[in-house]
Each structure stands twice: as structure tokens, then as C-alpha cells.
């Protein structure tokens, strides 16, 4: 129903919905001065309810006729002006509608969730739609009507919603739009307290436990023996009200009373005991006991039960008596609530420390919002970390209130125990993708509500409502991991610059291989730069100690004051082709397998780094060469011998490895190429003794498994490590002696602009895992392409020599940092109507950019994607380079379906 604009007050609210712009919605009497900026309500929209926020309010609208809003979810804003701001930048500068990028501040389950309710109409035809449309049908008639996470649940996937709307248009079925409530609500736990004074327990006594007709009857014999003297006969106590033979006899069990030889009754030493626990007195006295150590405050019931060995019933009882209360409260889930840190004072600095402290704390204090940003580059094991403690504590100290962020939740671990070693744990918070539901919203209350100033976590940790932020740190501010892969698809280093700009906070961007863009703006001078050159290994006292104890000759250098250094281990390049003419096919060198003995050999560590899982990379015939692809992508499928099935990495797809060719029918299928699971296999043979872990998405699927390979392998309970990308990043192993890089040319040779910048990154981090203790380190780097540029600056620890190649390749072919690129994919089951969409969008954006005289934009011819089909999807690509080409979308209704990415992380 619509009603007049009779109201004065509207709300402008954004959805969660592939809409480029805000509605007006009047506020009703019941709501009036209710509805805050940034609250969270809900409306009608077309013709279903949807969740939509506030992003202001107005004493007119836009249009004649409004909708009311329908409830206010949350008397609160749920996002502050600041974050409403960030949004509207966001959306503007990664051209994706406001409502998507407001999302992205609120934590999972918050919201109520939209689905789709389908029924099978009573009319449907009797034909039979397409084999993928039909098992919807098929479930349909076999359970009724259903919502659409039912039916994923069922159908196990998504793909049955691609053809929903050809059911629809056919007359086979009906649909319409619901809400699922909120998954995310406070926890309530039941709790009980004493109802008297702690000191009055003793009083208690003689209320305590639970009359029954056994202890009714007990207190009766026991009383008529007091008045007889102590003892009566069998035939008095048949005579006492109520006693009959049975009775008699359970109470005679119990040991409350005591038959005679002579038949006479009388009461045990300890009846008055034997009945008190008879009536249960014996638990009731441990729970008013278990509560009164609690000083009257409420207790969590699980407590009670497990110190006091009682149950429901047993509080019910004491409630009942008046002795207790039993309510609930709310429970705070928070993931370091168990967490137990030892406290450390800040160790002294180095002078290029002080040096980099110096740099750091003039952008802290600095006015300017244009000098408050700093790159801060130091080689692998340099301190970067210190620099960002003390920037924390600086930050904390003056009031205001810090993010700290890694690329990967392996890396939290190490973080967190860093932090919680210097900072209130009761002010500080992880945020990551691998916390539930539950703990994310948790976080997010007690954020907003002003409890916390520390913010430790991965992109989303950035999202956390910080209402006085005066530092943001990005560690490994190069990591492709900060790029989000789907819409908005920001990159987390823009969006914490912008929000920096935003509160007036510092930003400090940390890494031993700087992105080439953000050291090109160091260069320029847009932001500071700060230098870590050399290697920390400890403070002079405490290494000549670990040297005595262990026997070894210290290898490092003074470097100032009390700190000592030493040298980026050794790289020692081998050319794997040299090794196939000697006739070795194994997968280690002989050089690293010597290196992997003498390591073992010295009761030492070792890493083995490769950056790719499984067991073969892919399965292939001999005999024509056809390759196993996966049905739904244009992409080998690699096969993992501990399921002994092929996966598909890209849409997830498993099936059953190939017993002979599909193509020609040959038997003579080979599994090619190495993966962890592989690697370890091989380890296994030539190392049978040395115990393996392997470390990759197979392996560690949350945060739990990242933390206990890591407190594994660190408590020395395994001699290597072999793993992927999660092993390179910034880790601090310090009996790691040896780093084997089984293949450093996994990537190298990709159609893509940053695959040697990505590839030099990985090698010169993993390199950086060795050495890092006081018995130095070696790499060993096994390659097919010695001579290829990036393997020779990678092996030389050479990042100054690496940034110059690459920032003149960047200049001479226009691509970023020296002109921005847009990508725009396009998808579709049907290959033809894929190529066309591109084509009429290569027209379109063209027109636009003649009519905007964008004379500076390039844009390419669409061309299919490197991965041209992904999970059953077509896929084409266009791509837009210049100044600002991103400004081609201002105004412009972008057509549904059009993947838009700026300053996209790969081209594949």
C-alpha cells in the first residue's frame, strides 16, 4: 500500500541489492524521532521486505508517493557518519552500488537474510524441462515447498537457482521473496545466585534437600526412638504412623536406622548424616557452598554443576526454598577470553630502528592528514613488528584507538601473542574469517559500544566500528590477500588510506617487498619512507648466552648499542634441467637432498615451499595428449591421493580419477607434475625417520588447524614443514636452518602484468623463513629459468634491483602505477550471448568515453579470459587503462551482470 507524503520526516536508506542509488521511505508516528543515521530497518521494496540502512534523513523527498519504514531493528546506529562516508567513497572509487559497501561494516548474520520460497504450481505441464531443472522439480514434488537454502542444502550448490527463471517463465513452478531471521542475536547462559548472606550458609542446613516419603518416614523412626531412650522394638516402629513392613525395611537400607541381633531398632552413629544425604542435603550444601565463594555475584549453572556435582533440579529445588535465584545474563563470546599471555617490556632499540621510530612518530603526531601515511621497509627479520607495537602503544597512550592487520589468519596467531604480550587483553579484539557467527557479532558490540582499542585481524578486521581511530598498520602491505574478490572489490591499503584521511590517523604500510605502486609513491614523496636494512637477531647478553648453551660459535655482527645482526642466509640457485641430464627425475635436487640430511642430521628444521597443492598438477593421456579438465571450468583438474579423487581448485568440483583416456580410450594416463601432497610423499620415502608437516588449504581449514601446525612445528614436534603460500608470510621460526623452494617457477610465466612481481614477493618472503635463529640459514632455490630476472634478484636479496626492472617495464607498456587499469568480466552459460554482451559493452563504453572526452583511456577489444570457463560460466574480459578510467561509470547504469574490478589484482 503507498501512502501520501503527508509525513515531514524521511529516511533515505540504501539495500543490500545490485541498485546504483538510495530510496526515500517516510518515517511513521510510531517511529518519529527514533530513526538515527545509520540505523537498520526494514522496508518494502518492490515486492518483498529487505533490511536497508539509513544513510540520512530529510524533511522532504524526492518523489510524491512513499512507502513507510516498517521497523527499526536497532534503536542504534549500526554504522557511524565516519563508515557512511568510507562507503560512499568506497562505492564511488570501485563502482559498485552504496548498499554492498555498507554491508561490508556490519557482521555476518546481523541482518535478516533474503531468500526465495518455490512451489510447484498445480498446473505445471507435464513436459519435462532440461536434466538440471528437473531434479528441482523432482525434489520439489518429493518434499513440497521450500526456500532456497533448503533447496541448496538439497541439491548441494547453487546451481540450481541459473535456472530458476526458465521454471518460472515455463509454468512449472511459483516463487516469492521472504526474509530468514538474523542469525546473529546476544547468548544468553543461565545463571544462579545465592538469595542470602554467604556468612548465613550454616543456617541453611535444616532446609536443605528434598522431603520424600523415605526421609518422612526415616525422621519419624528416629524420633520415636529419642522418645523411647535410644532404642525400640520391631513391633513399636510397624506401630509409628505410616511405617508398614516395606518401609521399614528401605529405611533399615538406607543405614539410617540399625537392627539388633535381638530384633531391636535403634539409629546409626551418623543417622543425622545418612538422612541429610537421604534427602539430597549433601549437593545442596556444595551449591550454596560453590555459590557462597562467589560472594553473591551470579554464577554460569554449567559451573555449579561441574564443582558441586548437581543438576537442574537440585537449583530448582534451592529456588524454590528461597535460598537461591536462578536468571540468565548475557555471555560475552569472545576468542581470547581463554587466551593466557606472559607480559614483556619493549626491548631497546637499534639505531635503524630509532632511525624508522623517528619517521613513524612525526606521521603519528603530524597535522597534516599528507604526511601521515609511511612505508616502512625492512628486510625479513628487521623489527618491523616492534616499529608497529610502539606506534600502537603511542596511538593507545594519547586515547585514541588502532587497527593492526595481517593478510592471512595463519599470521594471527603470532600477532596476537605479540600484542597480548604488550596490550589489555580486555581492550583488544581478533577479527577474522575464521571466528563464528557468534563471536564476530560479539565483537562487533563491544566495538561499538567503545570497549575496545586494539583491532587485531585480517581485511575484515578493518570493518570493525573504531569510533577514534589514530593508527592503521597494514603488515605485508604488498599481499594479494588484501584485494577482496568479490563485489565491492576494494583493496584493503586504499580503504585503510582513505579511512586514515578520514579520522586524521597514521597509516604505516610494513613489508620486506613493498607493492612497486606503493614504493613508487615513496619515491615520489606522496608518502614517507622509513628503512629496515638489516637483519635482528637479539641483544648481546641473551645471544652469547644461547650461544654457550648450545655450543656454538655466535655468527653475528654488532650493529649498535646491545643488538646484534646477521646476514640474509645464503641463496644457492640450482638448474633443474642440469640435474635431468645427470638422470635425476626426483623432485629434490641433489643438492637439496644433501641439504635436507645434513639438516636433519643436526637435529634442525626445515621448510619445503611450494605453491601448489595436491598431488599432480594435472592427468593427461601419453598417447594423444588430452587432458583431465573439470566439467565446469577450462582447467586441469589436479589430483590429491589422500581422497583419492581430482579436484577442481577454481569452482570445487571432485570426481573420480579417469581410468583411461576420454578421448582416445588409451590406458596410458600419467599423473604430471608436483604438489604438496607430493612433496610430503616423497619426503616420507627418502626421509622415513624425520617426521613431516604439510600446511596448506587441504590441511588448515580455520583458524584452529593454522594454530596447532604452528605450535607443532615450533615446539619442534616435526623436522619440516611443506607447505604453500601460508608458509612465506611472515613468520618468525627460529630453528629453521634450511628453506628448499621445490619449483620457484610456479607462476612466473602467467599472462598477467604482476605475475613476476607476485613471484619475486613469494620467493624473497619464503627465503626470509631461514636463518632467523641463532644457527644462521641457507635457501635452496630449484628452478628451470636460472637466468630469468626474477630468480637472479630473488637470489640476491636484491628488492632495489627488482623495483627498478619492474618500475621501467611498467613505464614503457603504461601500466600501473603510471596509469590505472579497469577490468570488466562478463559470464554467461551460453558462449555466444558471453562474446556478444562483451562486444555491446566494448561499443557502449566507447561511446561514453568519446561523449565524457576521456582522450587519455585505452580501452581493449574484449577478448575470452586466460580461465575461460569457471564453474559452468563462459567468461570474457575488457579492459580499460588511463588516468582515471574508472570515471567512465559516473552516471552511467551499469547492466546487470558486468563484473566491474579496478585495479585488479590478476588478469586471469
Not at 368 to 392: F, M, P, Q, W
Not at 720 to 737: C, E, N, R, S, W
Not at 879 to 898: D, K, Y
Request: charged residues 25%.
Amino acid at each position: 500500500m503507498h501512502y501520501n507524503q503527508t509525513m515531514t520526516n524521511y529516511a533515505r536508506v540504501a539495500l543490500n541489492a545490485t541498485v546504483d542509488r538510495t530510496f526515500d521511505y517516510h518515517i511513521p508516528p510510531q517511529l518519529a524521532d527514533r530513526v538515527p543515521v545509520g540505523g537498520l530497518v526494514r522496508v518494502a521494496f518492490g515486492t518483498a521486505q529487505q533490511p536497508a540502512i539509513v544513510v540520512g534523513l530529510s524533511a522532504q523527498a524526492d518523489i510524491e508517493q512513499t512507502k513507510p519504514i516498517l521497523e527499526l531493528y536497532d534503536p542504534k546506529p549500526v554504522i557511524s557518519a565516519e563508515q557512511i562516508a568510507l562507503a560512499e567513497w568506497l562505492a564511488a572509487r570501485y563502482v559498485c552500488p552504496l548498499g554492498m559497501a555498507l554491508w561490508g561494516f556490519l557482521p555476518p548474520g546481523l541482518t535478516a537474510r533474503r531468500d526465495v520460497r518455490v512451489r510447484l504450481r498445480a498446473d505445471a505441464p507435464t513436459t519435462a524441462p532440461p536434466a538440471p531443472q528437473q531434479k528441482l522439480l523432482d525434489l520439489l514434488r518429493r518434499r513440497g515447498t521450500l526456500s532456497g537454502e533448503q533447496i541448496t542444502r538439497a541439491l548441494k550448490g547453487a546451481g540450481w537457482r541459473r535456472g530458476l527463471d526458465a521454471l518460472r517463465r515455463g509454468g512449472w513452478i511459483e516463487t516469492e521473496s521472504m526474509l530468514h531471521a538474523p542469525r546473529a542475536k546476544p547468548q544468553k547462559i543461565q545463571v544462579a545466585a545465592l538469595n542470602i548472606a554467604p556468612e548465613h550458609v550454616d543456617h541453611a542446613r535444616g532446609r536443605l534437600g528434598k522431603r520424600t516419603r523415605l526421609t518422612d518416614s526415616a525422621r519419624r523412626l528416629l524420633d520415636a526412638c529419642h522418645d523411647a531412650g535410644g532404642t525400640i522394638s520391631t513391633a513399636a516402629a510397624l506401630a509409628v504412623r505410616g511405617i508398614g513392613a516395606a518401609t521399614l525395611e528401605s529405611v533399615l537400607d538406607s543405614g539410617v536406622m540399625v537392627a539388633g541381633d535381638d530384633g531391636s531398632l535403634h539409629p546409626a552413629p551418623d543417622a543425622e548424616a545418612r538422612l541429610f544425604a537421604l534427602r539430597g542435603g549433601e549437593t545442596d550444601e556444595r551449591i550454596l557452598r560453590v555459590l557462597a565463594r562467589e560472594g553473591g555475584a551470579a554464577m554460569d549453572v554449567s559451573w555449579v554443576y561441574a564443582q558441586a556435582g548437581a543438576e537442574l533440579a537440585d537449583l530448582k529445588r534451592l529456588a524454590e526454598a528461597g535460598l537461591i535465584v536462578i536468571g540468565e545474563r548475557e555471555n560475552i563470546r569472545d576468542p581470547l577470553a581463554d587466551a593466557d599471555f606472559v607480559p614483556v617490556s619493549a626491548p631497546p632499540l637499534t639505531d635503524d630502528q630509532r632511525a624508522a621510530w623517528g619517521i613513524v612518530r612525526r606521521a603519528i603526531t603530524a597535522d597534516d592528514t599528507a604526511e601521515k601515511a609511511v612505508l616502512l621497509h625492512g628486510v625479513t627479520g628487521s623489527g618491523k613488528t616492534e616499529i608497529y607495537l610502539r606506534a600502537v602503544a603511542d596511538v593507545l597512550d594519547a586515547g585514541r584507538q588502532a587497527y593492526l592487520l595481517v593478510p592471512e589468519i595463519a599470521l594471527t596467531t603470532q600477532m596476537i601473542r605479540r600484542v597480548l604480550a604488550r596490550f589489555s587483553p580486555e581492550r583488544t579484539a581478533i577479527v577474522h574469517s575464521g571466528l563464528t557467527d557468534g563471536q564476530r557479532y560479539d565483537t562487533w558490540r563491544r566495538a561499538r559500544a567503545g570497549e575496545i582499542d586494539l583491532v587485531v585481524g585480517t581485511r575484515a578486521a578493518l570493518f570493525t566500528p573504531l569510533s577514534d581511530v589514530g593508527l592503521i598498520v597494514l603488515d605485508e602491505e604488498h599481499d594479494q590477500s588484501y584485494k577482496a574478490p568479490d563485489t565491492p572489490r576494494y583493496h584493503l591499503r586504499e580503504v585503510a588510506g582513505e579511512m586514515a584521511r578520514i579520522h586524521g590517523a597514521a597509516l604505516i604500510l610494513g613489508s620486506a617487498t613493498p607493492d612497486s605502486g606503493t614504493r613508487y609513491r615513496a619515491e615520489r614523496g606522496e608518502i614517507a619512507y622509513a628503512g629496515l636494512p638489516q637483519r635482528i637477531m637479539g641483544h648481546r647478553v641473551r645471544v652469547g648466552e644461547q650461544a654457550a648453551r648450545l655450543g656454538l660459535e655466535s655468527r653475528y655482527q654488532a650493529i649498535g648499542g646491545d643488538a646484534l645482526a646477521i646476514p640474509l642466509p645464503a641463496v644457492d640457485v640450482v638448474d633443474m634441467r642440469d640435474e635431468l641430464k645427470a638422470g635425476n627425475v626426483s623432485i629434490f635436487s641433489r643438492a637439496l637432498e644433501a641439504a635436507l640430511t645434513e639438516t636433519l642430521r643436526r637435529g634442525e628444521q626445515a621448510i619445503l615451499f611450494l605453491n601448489r597443492r595436491g598431488t599432480s598438477t594435472y592427468v593427461f593421456c601419453r598417447d594423444c595428449g588430452a587432458v583431465a579438465l573439470c566439467p565446469r571450468c577450462d582447467a586441469a583438474l589436479t589430483y590429491h591421493a589422500h581422497a583419492a579423487d581430482l579436484h577442481c581448485h577454481h569452482c570445487g568440483y571432485r570426481g573420480a580419477p579417469p581410468e583411461g583416456c576420454s578421448n582416445c580410450g588409451s590406458k596410458r594416463v600419467r599423473y604430471f607434475g608436483a604438489g604438496t601432497q607430493q612433496v610430503e610423499e616423497a619426503f616420507k620415502a627418502a626421509f622415513p625417520a624425520a617426521v613431516a608437516l604439510r600446511w596448506d588449504r587441504d590441511t588448515a581449514r580455520s583458524a584452529g588447524d593454522h594454530d596447532m601446525i604452528l605450535t607443532r612445528f615450533t615446539a619442534h614436534q616435526a623436522d619440516v614443514l611443506i607447505g604453500t603460500q601460508m608458509i612465506a608470510k611472515g613468520l618468525d621460526l627460529p630453528l629453521v636452518t634450511l628453506v628448499g623452494v621445490v619449483s620457484a617457477d610456479v607462476g612466473l610465466n602467467l599472462p598477467d602484468f604482476r605475475a613476476e612481481e607476485r613471484t619475486f614477493q613469494v620467493l624473497s618472503q619464503v627465503a626470509g623463513r631461514a636463518g632467523r635463529g641463532m644457527m644462521g640459514g641457507r635457501v635452496i632455490l630449484q628452478t628451470y629459468q636460472p637466468e630469468h630476472p626474477v630468480i637472479r634478484y630473488a637470489a640476491a636479496h636484491d628488492y632495489d634491483g627488482f623495483y627498478a626492472h619492474t618500475i621501467a617495464n611498467r613505464r614503457e607498456i603504461g601500466y600501473p602505477p603510471f596509469r590505472r587499469i579497469v577490468r570488466i568480466v562478463f559470464s554467461d552459460e551460453q558462449a555466444h550471448r558471453v562474446k556478444q554482451s562483451a562486444e555491446s559493452a566494448f561499443t557502449a563504453l566507447r561511446e561514453r568515453r568519446d561523449e565524457l572526452e576521456m582522450t587519455g583511456t585505452e580501452i581493449n577489444a574484449p577478448v575470452p579470459c586466460f580461465y575461460g570457463r569457471l564453474n559452468g560460466l563462459y567468461r570474457w574480459q575488457m579492459v580499460l587503462r588511463g588516468p582515471n578510467p574508472s570515471r567512465i561509470f559516473a552516471g552511467f547504469a551499469v547492466p546487470r551482470g558486468w563484473q566491474i574490478d579496478v585495479d585488479p589484482a590478476d588478469m586471469l
